[in-house]
């Protein structure tokens, strides 16, 4: 009985694990109707936001619209939605029914991945001017002119992440450990929503350097998100060579960032090169 109870254990545990990547529609939804008593959501859900880039923006899903079934399957309220969605592959197309202007309405959506999306819209690109407040050397500096650098950009949500700080701690043993190694040395910087005089969260918190970007730039470079890291490593010339969310506590995550750490080193290995010329 005693490794029953484990078993059980750890498979809810698995189950309730997040993946970084699971299909994605790109919807930002909410529930018309809770029940205030026990929580329990009631529905209709309303889409509230669509991600550019992803299947529903393309399939024509807009803010207002009400979703009452994805892939033949009724969908009650948001919990439904997203069980749906979570169980099948990114690159399926599914048929989403919509209540829109009070008419049914269907639609139907290619679903991506959030690192599709990110690479499609951020991979080979210059960074641009990216200016961040740092929390510990008070001062104000543009991500894209690192001059010489290659930056590991973690954007994260600092108030509602959980165990985000668990990853950023991840990094900053990696960081550490190739300062003994040649070449110039990767730039860890974990960017979170905010101002100078914010006070949501301090570096010693993430274990490496935080600063803080105008909730404006923020939104440009994430997928609205609060249960991931959406990390960047931008190179010596301020363009994008590798995107990726990371779910904390997932099962995926350390495959994840053995991913993040071999893509900053090529890019390392890139920017050494060019230095040496």
């Known amino acids: 009985m005693r490794w029953l109870g484990l078993l059980v254990f750890l498979m809810a545990s698995v189950a309730d694990a997040k993946p970084s990547n699971p299909a994605f529609l790109g919807i930002g939804m909410n529930d018309l109707q809770q029940n205030p008593t026990i929580g329990t959501a009631l529905g209709p859900c309303l889409v509230d936001t669509v991600t550019r880039g992803s299947g529903a923006k393309a399939a024509g899903l807009q803010p207002g619209d009400i979703l009452t079934s994805i892939a033949g399957t009724p969908v009650a309220n948001c919990d439904a939605v997203l ?10 197309s599914v048929k989403i029914v919509v209540v829109r202007y009070g008419r049914p309405l269907t639609l139907e959506a290619t679903l991506v ?9 951020f991979v080979g690109q210059p960074i ?10 008070q001062r104000t500096y543009d991500i894209g002119s690192l001059r010489g650098k290659t930056a590991i ?10 165990g985000c700080n668990t990853v950023f701690t991840k990094l900053a043993n990696w960081s550490r ?11 860890p910087l974990a960017v979170t929503a905010g101002s100078p005089d914010s006070k949501l969260a301090s570096s010693s918190s993430f274990d490496v350097p935080l600063a ?6 923020y ?6 998100d609060t249960e991931r890291i959406h990390f960047m490593v931008v190179d010596c010339r301020g363009v994008v060579q590798y995107v990726a969310p990371i779910a904390p506590n997932s099962d995926d995550t350390d495959a994840g960032m053995d991913e993040l750490f071999a893509a900053a080193e090529q890019a390392s290995r890139r920017t050494s090169k060019s230095s040496a010329r």
């Not at 450990?177 to 730039?187: E, F, S």
């Not at 939104?219 to 609205?224: D, G, K, L, Q, V």
Request: glycine share 10%.
């Open 212 to 217: 803080y970007a105008d909730p404006a730039l």
């Open 219 to 224: 939104e440009e470079f994430t997928i609205p």
């Open 113 to 121: 991945s959030r690192d599709e999306i990110l690479r499609r819209r």
């Open 153 to 162: 950009v973690g954007w994260f949500d600092a108030r509602r992440c959980d």
């Open 128 to 137: 641009g001017a990216t200016d961040v407040f740092g929390v510990d050397d």
């Open 177 to 187: 450990a190739q300062a003994g190694k040649p070449g110039i040395q990767p730039m």
């Open 83 to 92: 069980k749906v969605v979570q169980a099948r592959e990114a690159g399926d």
